[in-house]
């Protein structure tokens, strides 16, 4: 398996990641794409704000990956993420997967998202009319 | 010893900067360190959770800090 | 749901398709792409021929995407499918699909590729150095 | 009546064309179309399977035919 790991404060590009995983011993690709929603709970959203522990950020995506790879017969996967202040409709992060059958692109780009989701330090501040929210700190 | 504890996310909020200092006994151990940062900043216990880093991976409450690890305070993630 | 269903003889737009499911609304999007694959069972493919029932195979897949639209709370959903002539690497399929929440993009998107892949009335050659062979067609 | 019969795929190759033409009674169904086409073209039977679309749906076996109806052969699928 090939891995790609990136952290930038620059506009994801969707398309050099679906290039970078495609390969001619691939059957299917599967992407996910994560969005800024405009609002949360019925609150419009105005804008987010990505923070990251970068070093151990890239790490954790680093450990996930190599699980996904353990699980499922991965071609190639790249996580790239964005940090810094997006607007709604922007990127925050792109997961992309090429394996020989489907499933396993499926799977493992699902276990990816759901595990980083979970693990790799990055938190995100909803910015309201009325003020930020960290995403998740309080029960 | 002293060591400085990275912050991010509500945990930076908390201690109002980037970073914190505490002084720890030089056999100390995240569970102690936890104890020392939660006493200084109570809101610290209002958090749905926060874990301790040392040198870039979750650390368990036993583990042992140096004083030239580098620690982090850990709070919710939220990515993607 | 808004549903877009395309077939084509031309190579198929990736971004085009992804740009078309995204939306303010949207918080996750799944994209799953198939394409052609070098070998099948150890033997190298020259290339693939797509062929296709048109009007059905358009028909079955609005069927199936209003499928998905009641079994998940999906927002947008693309599918397009290639037919003709492929090389190794090009994409056959694109299907995109946005929801509020991941899990129903990653599901309905699942649901679209393992529903088509079995009702939807298109037929794949893969030609070898020896001959060709419809896929499927014999037990 | 004369019913035409569209053919893809590996049915185009058993056929040797894009569709056939087949005899059948007036009030026949699906059933007695696939009984029609397996007699003239036997390796019909060595398909995996195959479906009958009647105007551009999957048709069952009782459903009936008739000679304005558009008839597909759909051997076993494999887009995607």
Redesign the interface.
């Given at each position: 398996m090939q891995t790609q790991i990136k952290i930038s404060n620059q506009p994801l590009d969707?398309?050099t990641c679906?290039d970078w995983v495609?390969?001619?011993?691939?059957?299917?690709?599967?992407?996910?794409?994560?969005?800024?929603?405009?609002?949360t709970k019925g609150k419009a959203v105005l804008r987010l704000e990505?923070?990251?522990?970068e070093?151990?950020?890239v790490?954790e995506m680093d450990k996930i990956a190599a699980q996904a790879g353990e699980k499922w017969p991965v071609q190639k996967l790249i996580v790239h993420?964005r940090t810094g202040i997006l607007k709604?409709?922007e990127a925050?992060?792109v997961i992309a997967v090429?394996a020989?059958h489907?499933a396993a692109?499926?799977e493992a780009?699902?276990y990816m998202?759901d595990t980083?989701?979970?693990?790799?330090?990055?938190?995100?501040?909803e910015v309201f009319e009325d003020g930020g929210v960290?995403?998740?700190?309080?029960? | 010893m002293k060591i400085n504890i990275?912050a991010?996310?509500?945990a930076?909020?908390i201690f109002g900067g980037p970073s914190v200092s505490v002084e720890l006994g030089n056999d100390a151990n995240v569970s102690n360190l936890k104890y020392a940062l939660e006493k200084e900043y109570p809101k610290l216990k209002?958090?749905?959770s926060y874990m301790i880093?040392v040198n870039?991976?979750?650390a368990l409450p036993g583990d042992g800090i140096h004083s030239n690890d580098e620690i982090?305070i850990?709070?919710?993630?939220?990515?993607?």
């Open positions: 969707i398309q679906i495609m390969s001619p011993e691939s059957g299917g690709i599967d992407v996910f794409i994560g969005t800024v929603r405009n609002t990505f923070e990251t522990y070093k151990m950020a790490t993420h709604v409709g925050a992060v090429s020989v489907r692109a499926f780009c699902r998202i980083l989701k979970q693990t790799v330090p990055i938190w995100k501040k960290w995403v998740a700190a309080h029960p | 990275l991010f996310g509500i930076k909020d209002q958090l749905a880093a870039n991976e979750y982090a850990i709070p919710p993630v939220s990515g993607g």
